[in-house]
């Protein structure tokens, strides 16, 4: 069984996508059903809506797409992740609200494609610790360069659930191994975060990489997460730029072909079920 953590769906005529028009390969339509033919070909049974960085005003509609997708027929949807405006003084409002509806699993806010700071207000961090002790967890996207300024922040709020998505983001096509490593090993050390294997073909050579440029970076950071706090991800249709969600499902599993049953099994579905109990 496969819980895919981290699928995005675009409908540019529901939402609005303001990033979209920089990133050509990924602007047009990216369904659910297109989505959902492939994946249950790849074994997956379960998926997580990962918020696709829509407008501030389209927050609360993705949630509402996403929920009309969930309850169709035959569904894969199981919950969705939340976007967020944590520097915004309205953020408190939006918590009230997300914290009330049990398909909104957690939060997240895109902070690679922004300032370095923007973590560093003081709006930001008393917003983040308003997390604290609750039931949603919250998802970073970052750089390497940005891993410390990202552990302040995990550091403020201990009794919360974080989630470190795309591998934190390793510089594969060129060669960012040692620049990216300790980096890693240190976020692991914070027991209150988990860490995402998904998105890292995209930062991969798109026409040359193999499951052996992949499998240093997918061993380290589950040799220093442990087994028991890594969770899978296809970051589709961002994936589909380099390989798509059929490659990526497999060569994860022959980088993790010589784990134990269990240990597969925690990776592709247990931890997440944990995570956010389904």
Not at 24 to 46: M, Q, V
Not at 58 to 65: G, Q, S, V
Not at 163 to 169: A, E, S, T, V
């Amino acid at each position: 069984m496969i819980l895919d953590t981290h699928l995005h769906i675009i409908d540019r005529k529901a939402l609005s996508y303001p990033w979209l028009e920089n990133v050509p390969p990924l602007n047009d339509d990216f369904s659910y059903e297109r989505y959902a033919r492939e994946a249950k070909r790849c074994g997956i049974t379960d998926v997580m809506h990962m918020e696709v960085d829509v407008a501030e005003a389209d927050m609360a509609r993705e949630i509402d797409y996403v929920k009309g997708k969930a309850a169709e027929p035959d569904s894969l949807l199981r919950g969705k992740i939340a976007a967020c405006r944590p520097e915004s003084d309205s953020f408190a409002a939006w918590l009230d609200k997300v914290s009330a509806d049990p398909f909104v699993k957690g939060l997240r806010r895109i902070l690679h494609t922004q300032p370095d700071d923007l973590s560093e207000s003081a709006v930001f961090r008393d917003n983040i610790r308003r997390m604290n002790g609750g039931r949603l967890s919250f998802d970073f996207c970052i750089f390497p360069r940005q891993n410390e300024r990202a552990r302040v922040l995990v550091d403020s709020a201990p009794d919360m659930q974080f989630i470190l998505d795309h591998c934190g983001n390793p510089d594969i096509a060129n060669n960012g191994f040692d620049a990216w490593k300790g980096g890693i090993e240190e976020m692991a050390r914070r027991p209150n975060v988990a860490a995402k294997i998904s998105g890292i073909v995209v930062n991969a050579n798109h026409e040359t990489w193999s499951v052996e440029t992949l499998r240093p970076y997918v061993e380290h950071v589950i040799a220093s997460f442990g087994w028991d706090r890594v969770i899978w991800g296809s970051d589709w249709p961002v994936s589909t730029m380099s390989g798509g969600l059929t490659s990526w499902v497999a060569a994860t599993q022959a980088i993790v072909a010589g784990a134990s049953a269990d240990e597969r099994n925690a990776l592709f579905c247990g931890n997440a079920r944990r995570i956010w109990g389904f």
